[in-house]
């Protein structure tokens, strides 16, 4: 649930340019490797990918609108 909860504010606060680090400390995840690690096991993908895909989404979004 706190990887959920992770993830989601990293998708939230990549709009805003909010760091991927600040997030996970925020969520209570002491170290960045293990946090890492956790992420890309549950998500396929590691933090830094979700928000690299996010902002090619909205940036596509926004040239279509």
């Known amino acids: 649930l706190r990887l959920l909860r992770?993830?989601?504010a990293i998708l939230a606060?990549?709009?805003t340019g909010g760091s991927?680090?600040?997030?996970?400390a925020r969520f209570g995840w002491?170290?960045?490797t293990r946090f890492r690690e956790a992420y890309r096991a549950e998500f396929?993908?590691?933090?830094?990918q979700t928000v690299e895909r996010r902002i090619r989404l909205l940036e596509r979004l926004?040239?279509?609108g």
């Not at 991927?20 to 996970?24: E, L, P, Q, Y």
């Not at 396929?44 to 830094?48: A, F, N």
């Open 30 to 32: 002491r170290s960045p």
């Open 20 to 24: 991927v680090a600040d997030v996970a």
């Open 6 to 8: 992770t993830r989601q």
């Open 44 to 48: 396929g993908e590691t933090p830094s």
């Open 62 to 64: 926004v040239v279509r």
């Open 13 to 15: 606060e990549s709009v």
